[in-house]
T-cell receptor, first 109, second 113 residues
């Protein structure tokens, strides 16, 4: 089966950098993704890592280490609008896309 | 935005009644998923589909059934609703088995009283 672990909450200051970690266990591996969800909204796709290393998309970066079954999402120059929940997700050999329980990001002014 | 719509958006129903939620896509994506979201549990997979008439169970499938008779529609049925099925339900679509990129509908808030 598949399972993912991520912190339940993280707090950071506006303008700072924050890292959200995710460790996973899966049978077969087709990449690690990150999603953002604002209160009352639907999850939206942020990034995808199939191979080891860092992927950068504007202020957001995502990292993957397949040997460690570990990844993280890095958010730079934090803005108040980044206050949201962030989910990591994996897809296994059985085509299921499984999500972590989510990390609530609180941003202080 | 990906063309995916859920209906209804809100529903209140009584315990013991059947309920069907609909997910409709216009993207012709192969994979479709139903999740439920509850505080402290994140997104939990109920059922998913990898093609017309091809479905399989997820993590929390008890009490739910699905059907996919056309590429664009994926129905989730609660045969006899219970209060524990009060939740927000999300449908998602995905094009390729080589990616975890998925697009979500806006969700259905279901309350079972």
């Amino acid at each position: 089966g598949q399972s993912l672990e991520q912190p339940s909450e993280v707090t950071a200051v506006e303008g700072a950098i924050v890292q959200i970690n995710c460790t996973y266990q899966t049978s077969g591996f087709y990449g690690l993704s990150w999603y953002q969800q604002h209160d009352g909204g639907a999850p939206t796709f942020l990034s995808y890592n199939a191979l080891d290393g860092l992927e950068e998309t504007g202020r957001f970066s995502s990292f993957l280490s397949r040997s460690d079954s570990y990844g993280y999402l890095l958010l730079q120059e934090l803005q108040m609008k980044d206050s949201a929940s962030y989910f990591c997700a994996v897809r296994g050999r059985d085509d299921k896309i499984i999500f972590g329980k989510g990390t609530r990001l609180h941003i202080l002014p | 935005d990906a063309g995916i719509t859920q209906s209804p958006r809100h529903k209140v129903t009584e315990t013991g009644t059947p309920v069907t939620l609909r997910c409709h896509q216009t993207e012709n994506h192969r994979y479709m998923y139903w999740y439920r979201q509850d505080p402290g549990h994140g997104l939990r997979l109920i059922h998913y589909s990898y093609g017309v008439k091809d479905t399989d169970k997820g993590e929390v499938s008890d009490g739910y059934s699905v059907s996919r008779s056309k590429t664009e529609d994926f129905l989730l049925t609660l045969e006899s609703a219970t209060s524990s099925q009060t939740s927000v339900y999300f449908c998602a679509i995905s094009e390729s088995m080589d990616s975890t990129e998925a697009f979500f509908g806006q969700g259905t808030r279901l309350t079972v009283v």
